[in-house]
């Protein structure tokens, strides 16, 4: 989703590790990352980097700060191990360059209308920060919390957050958690909970930018891309729902069948440039079966292919229209144009406002729960 309009971002940063530039002892993730440059500290709670690798030699590195995927190797059709997942080389990279990067996405992913809901009866107003609405949970989302992190296993990491009645305009004190696990099919599987003192709205996602070409300097256009959706949700100029559920036949968002995504992104279409792109909400077909693919997306350079499995009833795609080539990633790499493509499971963006829509309400004595799944696989 689009590059946030970002106040300031308040986190105090004191580095524990060795920092940038200079050279560290301690050993190097399969992905190339320094661990101690991801010991810190940020608003006085210590961040680390976790390591997670399948017994096919699959790595994950996450980070508790904005309980953020960091790095994924997998191997492509010639065996070689890519990194396709977008981010950076340090904590500090992660607090002075703000971005959505591999994020845990919360209270609630996507945006609501004009930062505005009620609940009950009471009316709420959230930070506004992106074209007139709140967006990912406003100023200082998920995405800037230290989460508390515990290895479970070797393939196995959770990440927990207090999130406190009243933060970023949310009420209810909400504990939340999401454990990441490896499996030995290549999948990344993401389990979300959460529990509420007080009625309240959640829709956590996870917000990884994929590169399945593990080349950033290179755009998706040749990727094709894959929606089990028969419909979409259209968005006006500043990127809202309209409360419509629009059907994607004879248009640019039919995405039943593969598509090459160059081949539609650009075309003459009031969506399209609503969006700068494609930057929308798919309604599934799958109504929440973990077993039937949701979307998915290949690159026939690498023939890697990722498959997503979610328990959710949407999934807001979005092409990377705001990187720019401004932002300097790992290995000092410059992220450029629609360098990659997100895969953001969901409820539907503004559902709060839209009754008629999947509840996001969560009550006292009630379990918030989501799964999606990201599989790797190798088409020769």
Wanted: glycine share 8%; aromatic share 10%.
């Amino acid at each position: 989703m689009k590059k946030i309009m970002f106040a300031s971002l308040v986190a105090s940063v004191c580095l524990m590790g060795c920092a940038d530039g200079q050279k560290s002892d301690s050993k190097l993730t399969e992905s190339g990352l320094d661990p101690q440059k991801f010991e810190s500290q940020v608003d006085g709670k210590a961040t680390k980097l976790f390591v997670l690798k399948n017994k096919n030699n699959m790595e994950v590195c996450v980070t508790n700060f904005g309980g953020r995927i960091v790095s994924v190797m997998v191997p492509d059709k010639d065996g070689v191990m890519r990194d396709v997942v977008l981010g950076f080389d340090s904590i500090q990279d992660y607090v002075t360059k703000p971005s959505d990067f591999g994020a845990t996405i919360g209270r609630y992913a996507n945006r609501i209308n004009k930062g505005k809901f009620s609940l009950d009866g009471v009316d709420y107003q959230l930070p506004i920060n992106n074209y007139g609405h709140c967006l990912h949970g406003g100023l200082k989302g998920f995405q800037y919390a230290v989460f508390d992190g515990t290895q479970l296993s070797d393939q196995s990491v959770k990440l927990t957050y207090l999130s406190k009645d009243m933060e970023e305009g949310f009420p209810g004190n909400l504990t939340c958690s999401v454990t990441m696990t490896l499996t030995d099919d290549n999948a990344i599987r993401l389990d979300y909970e959460a529990e509420t003192d007080k009625p309240t709205i959640i829709n956590m996602t996870n917000h990884s930018y994929f590169n399945l070409d593990g080349d950033p300097s290179v755009n998706n256009s040749n990727y094709q891309l894959m929606i089990n959706a028969d419909n979409y949700t259209p968005v006006d100029s500043t990127f809202m729902t309209t409360g419509e559920i629009l059907s994607v036949a004879d248009t640019p968002m039919d995405f039943r069948t593969p598509v090459e995504i160059g081949t539609v992104i650009d075309q003459d279409f009031e969506q399209l440039k609503n969006g700068h792109g494609i930057d929308h909400n798919w309604v599934l077909n799958t109504k929440g079966d973990l077993n039937t693919v949701c979307a998915s997306l290949y690159s026939p350079k690498t023939g890697i292919k990722l498959d997503v499995y979610t328990s959710e009833p949407g999934v807001q795609i979005y092409t990377g229209n705001f990187l720019d080539g401004t932002l300097t990633g790992k290995k000092q790499i410059k992220y450029d144009f629609r360098a990659s493509v997100c895969l953001e499971t969901q409820k539907y963006p503004d559902t709060p406002n839209k009754p008629e829509w999947p509840s996001c309400v969560l009550r006292p004595g009630e379990k918030y729960t989501s799964q999606t799944v990201f599989k790797f696989s190798v088409e020769k």
